[in-house]
Antibody
Framework: EVQLVESGGGLVQPGGSLRLSCAAS????????MNWVRQAPGKGLEWVSY????????YYADSVKGRFTISRDNAKNSLYLQMNSLRAEDTAVYYC????????????????WGQGTLVTVSS | SYVLTQPPSVSVAPGQTARITCGGN??????VHWYQQKPGQAPVLVVY???DRPSGIPERFSGSNSGNTATLTISRVEAGDEADYYC????????????FGGGTKLTVL
């Protein structure tokens, strides 16, 4: 069964740091691009970051650029999100999601998604 | 950056057809993907590449895309279809890549 399981969420003070992890199983992790997507309470989905299968290409949303770092360890089938200088507006459920595509230069869609981990930034 | 516009809400009676739109500049030239999200759950892919269905998704879910509007159509709506629905594109013209619509709450009356 293809599965993604996030961990590492919790309560952190503004300005603090947190590292999220996403454990993948049931597929060849090293062959897939991965993403983090977040959802603030009562709000819609917001894409956060993308990493290519090898880790050589990385993108960030403007809202997190310079504060968040995405990485992966293909030997451990794991995806990470290091979050620094956290703000109240970073409070959200964070999902990891596998990107699927047909052609290398083509579109991507997300399937599956993990169950999410809640990050709360508050004093 | 590219913007996707969805109506905040759509209401439909059981057994009827629900149509949820996703507007974007020349969106017909892009591939559109749709996700269903029920309260407290992670999103689930229901349509990809405009009109393809993942395995396990009922044939009642279908998609189309032309001009400036993509549409998710749910036929013979059931109570269990009540959820938030999001469209998404991959914007290859920018480093941002991924764009989501604001989401549409489908209410089954």
């Amino acid at each position: 069964e293809v599965q993604l399981v996030e961990s590492g969420g919790g309560l952190v003070q503004p300005g603090g740091s947190l590292r999220l992890s996403c454990a993948a199983s049931g597929f060849t992790f090293s062959s897939y691009e991965m993403n983090w997507v977040r959802q603030a309470p009562g709000k819609g989905l917001e894409w956060v970051s993308y990493i290519s299968s090898s880790g050589s290409t990385i993108y960030y949303a403007d809202s997190v650029k310079g504060r968040f770092t995405i990485s992966r360890d293909n030997a451990k089938n794991s995806l990470y999100l290091q979050m620094n200088s956290l703000r109240a507006e970073d409070t959200a459920v964070y999902y990891c999601a596998r990107a699927n595509r047909i052609a290398a230069a083509g579109t991507r869609w997300f399937d599956p998604w993990g169950q999410g981990t809640l990050v709360t930034v508050s004093s | 950056s590219y913007v996707l516009t969805q109506p905040p809400s759509v209401s439909v009676a059981p057994g009827q057809t629900a149509r949820i739109t996703c507007g974007g500049n020349n969106i017909g030239s892009k591939s559109v993907h749709w996700y269903q999200q029920k309260p407290g759950q992670a999103p689930v892919l229901v349509v990809y590449d405009d009109s393809d269905r993942p395995s396990g998704i009922p044939e009642r879910f279908s998609g189309s895309n032309s001009g400036n509007t993509a549409t998710l159509t749910i036929s013979r709506v059931e109570a269990g279809d009540e959820a938030d629905y999001y469209c998404q594109v991959w914007d290859s013209s920018s480093d941002h890549g991924v764009v989501f619509g604001g989401g549409t709450k489908l209410t089954v009356l």
